[in-house]
C-alpha cells in the first residue's frame, strides 16, 4: 500500500532533532489554544500557559473585571475613591482591573482549597495552592481575602506577574486597554 504523495510532505519518520523538550507540548495542543487566545484577543496575544484551566480562569478573570468596569452602576466605595492609585480614573484605573484580578485569582484558590476533598478537584496546577492551604488552616478555614494591587494582598509574591494574568501578560493589558479604548471612541 503506497500513500498518496502529498501525505509524504506531512507525515513523516519520528526526528528527535526536531523537538526541543519532552512533555512541553506532547498532544500539540498548544497550537490550538494559542490560535484561540489569538481570535479572542485580537492578535494581541504572543503566548499562553499551557494549562487550560488557567487560560480559562484568565478569560472568566477578564470578562468579569470587563463587566464591572463597564457597568455604570458598580460604584468605587470611599476606600478606593480616596486612593491616589486610582486618581481620576476610578474603575478604568490600571489599579482596579490588577485588583480584580488578584481577587478573582485568591478567590479561585481558596475555593480549591476548600472543595479539594470532593471527587474530580484537582489542586495540582493551581498557582498559589500551597500558600493558600496554609492561610486557610491558620485561619480556621476564614482567610482574610483584600480587594486591592498592593502586595498585602497578593497570595503570590508578585502576583500581578506570576498569577494566572500575569502568564499571560501579553494580553493582560490590551484587552482591557482595547476595551476602554473602544468605550471611550463610543462616547
Same mark, same amino acid.
Given at each position: 500500500?503506497? +500513500?498518496?504523495?502529498?501525505?509524504? !510532505?506531512? &507525515?513523516?519518520? =519520528?526526528?528527535?532533532?526536531?523537538?526541543?523538550? *519532552?512533555?512541553? %507540548?506532547?498532544?500539540?495542543?498548544?497550537?490550538?489554544?494559542?490560535?484561540?487566545?489569538?481570535?479572542?484577543?485580537?492578535?494581541?496575544?504572543?503566548?499562553? +500557559?499551557?494549562?487550560?484551566?488557567? !487560560?480559562? &480562569?484568565?478569560? =472568566?478573570?477578564?470578562?468579569?473585571?470587563?463587566? *464591572?468596569?463597564? %457597568?455604570?452602576?458598580?460604584?468605587?466605595?470611599?476606600?478606593?475613591?480616596?486612593?491616589?492609585?486610582?486618581?481620576?480614573?476610578?474603575?478604568?484605573?490600571?489599579?482596579?482591573?490588577?485588583?480584580?484580578?488578584?481577587?478573582?485569582?485568591?478567590?479561585?484558590?481558596?475555593?480549591?482549597?476548600?472543595?479539594?476533598?470532593?471527587?474530580?478537584?484537582?489542586?495540582?496546577?493551581?498557582?498559589?495552592?500551597?500558600?493558600?492551604?496554609?492561610?486557610?488552616?491558620?485561619?480556621?478555614?476564614?482567610?482574610?481575602?483584600?480587594?486591592?494591587?498592593?502586595?498585602?494582598?497578593?497570595?503570590?509574591?508578585?502576583?500581578?506577574?506570576?498569577?494566572?494574568?500575569?502568564?499571560?501578560?501579553?494580553?493582560?493589558?490590551?484587552?482591557?486597554?482595547?476595551?476602554?479604548?473602544?468605550?471611550?471612541?463610543?462616547?
Amino acid at each position: 500500500m503506497t +500513500s498518496a504523495p502529498i501525505l509524504d !510532505y506531512i &507525515l513523516t519518520e =519520528f526526528d528527535a532533532s526536531a523537538s526541543n523538550e *519532552l512533555n512541553l %507540548d506532547p498532544l500539540g495542543l498548544q497550537v490550538i489554544w494559542s490560535a484561540y487566545g489569538q481570535i479572542i484577543f485580537r492578535n494581541r496575544i504572543s503566548s499562553i +500557559s499551557n494549562d487550560v484551566r488557567n !487560560y480559562t &480562569l484568565n478569560l =472568566f478573570n477578564h470578562a468579569v473585571t470587563k463587566a *464591572l468596569v463597564e %457597568d455604570d452602576h458598580v460604584l468605587l466605595g470611599k476606600g478606593l475613591i480616596n486612593d491616589k492609585a486610582y486618581a481620576s480614573r476610578g474603575k478604568d484605573s490600571t489599579a482596579f482591573k490588577q485588583a480584580c484580578l488578584i481577587y478573582l485569582e485568591n478567590v479561585f484558590a481558596y475555593a480549591m482549597v476548600e472543595f479539594q476533598a470532593q471527587k474530580g478537584v484537582e489542586t495540582a496546577g493551581v498557582l498559589g495552592i500551597s500558600k493558600a492551604r496554609r492561610r486557610w488552616d491558620e485561619s480556621a478555614c476564614n482567610p482574610l481575602l483584600l480587594f486591592s494591587q498592593e502586595a498585602r494582598a497578593h497570595m503570590l509574591v508578585r502576583q500581578n506577574s506570576l498569577g494566572v494574568s500575569g502568564r499571560y501578560k501579553t494580553p493582560l493589558g490590551p484587552v482591557l486597554n482595547y476595551a476602554n479604548q473602544t468605550k471611550a471612541q463610543a462616547r
